[in-house]
């Protein structure tokens, strides 16, 4: 089991920087591959950044590419999301997870764990 738990989020404004943070507990960290969904109001969950186990390669979805950096601290236990010049459709909750197994990719049909969710909520 690994539990995860998001922080970081508020209100901002647009421009602003953030930088949301996910501990996790439970099974070796280090051996889950992780990432970040986000939900505004109304839209679905999507993926919008993956890291691998190892920190090696990470993906982003293409309406935040350029702007978000996914990155992990295994001896921390920690997975990150660093978002820069904020928009106002950024708005939406955060949630953190984790690939289903051992050495896999989150991807959308990869999940195993969830965290709670963070709000982060961009002024205009």
């Known amino acids: 089991q690994v539990q995860l738990v998001e922080s970081g989020g508020g209100l901002v404004q647009a421009g602003d920087s953030l930088r949301l943070s996910c501990a996790a507990s439970?099974?070796?960290?280090?051996?889950?591959?992780m990432g970040w969904f986000r939900q505004a109001p109304e839209k679905e969950r999507d993926l919008i950044a993956d890291?691998?186990?190892?920190?090696?390669?990470?993906t982003y979805a293409d309406s935040v590419k350029g702007r978000f950096t996914i990155s992990r601290d295994n001896a921390k236990n920690t997975v990150y999301l660093q978002i820069n010049s904020l928009k106002f459709e950024d708005t939406a909750v955060y949630y953190c997870?984790?690939?289903?197994?051992?050495?896999?990719?989150?991807?959308?049909?990869?999940?195993?764990?969830w965290g709670q969710g963070t709000q982060v909520t961009v002024s205009s």
């Open positions: 439970g099974r070796t960290f280090s051996n889950y591959g």
């Open positions: 997870a984790a690939a289903r197994g051992p050495y896999s990719r989150l991807t959308t049909v990869n999940v195993g764990y």
């Open positions: 890291i691998s186990y190892s920190g090696g390669r990470t």
